[in-house]
């Protein structure tokens, strides 16, 4: 999977799923599966995707992040 590590890239893949680490717990979570909804100022957008929560993280507070491809729908799209 694809590391995300500058504005740009978690601008790039806006739409997409992520997981990622955060520095400091959010909400008593530090690890998230979601999708980027937005960027602005640094400030990223996931709508997680157990809960369909929205939340914001600074970038300066995530450890990781990678782009979580899902291989089943990309064949799909590809046998089309």
Request: hydrophobic share 40%; glycine share 2%.
């Amino acid at each position: 999977n694809r590391p995300l590590t500058r504005y740009e890239d978690f601008n790039k893949y806006c739409g997409h799923k992520i997981k990622l680490t955060a520095l400091q717990s959010i909400n008593n979570r530090r690890n998230f599966v979601g999708i980027i909804r937005s960027i602005n100022n640094n400030v990223l957008n996931i709508e997680l995707e157990d809960t369909k929560i929205l939340i914001e993280i600074n970038i300066n507070n995530i450890a990781e992040a990678n782009l979580k491809l899902d291989l089943f729908a990309q064949q799909k799209k590809n046998i089309k």
